[in-house]
């Protein structure tokens, strides 16, 4: 599970690891009540964490794991498990690591910079190199298959990955960097 962090700017209190329900949005509520509320925040928000952390909220465009990473769809801030064939077809894509886990429709946090523990990263994954994407929704490895997977910069993995689950440091904004 991704570590509780907590905000330092500008709301105290955001949870990043919870996750909203199927709602109309903020920015489209005409039928928002109590059955049907509308998500907190607007999708495209920004807040900053402890840890250097930077949280974008989004909609999940798909089923999404706390701690998978992602690749958001920069018009709509859908964020969608990555996986090769996606990131390939993203080149400069945005991407982070979900705060909480999600189903389709469901809004959620998104980690985009800062220190995260328990990101998908797979067993097999190396300590202190680049992360490329796998067939696997959601998880990234140390290995790189020419023509198949994409890298994601700037994340690298701290230890070596256990159950596949890793510690990692995202020094910037992470996006899809190079197809391999």
Known sequence: MVQSVNTTLPQSGINFANVYPVATTASTAT???LENPSPPWLVGTVELGSSGTEWIFCIAG??????DFV???TA???ATA???TLARAALGGMCGIAGGAATVGQFLWVCRKGYITGANVATSASAFTALHTTAT???LDSGSSANTTATISPVVGLATAASNTAN???SGSIY?????
């Open 71 to 73: 690749i958001i769809t």
């Open 137 to 139: 929704a959601g998880r």
């Open 76 to 78: 709509t801030f859908t």
């Open 176 to 180: 899809v960097s190079a197809l391999d």
């Open 31 to 33: 039928s928002s009540s």
């Open 82 to 84: 990555v996986t090769s």
């Open 168 to 170: 990692v440091v995202m």
């Open 62 to 67: 798909g089923t999404v794991a706390a701690g």
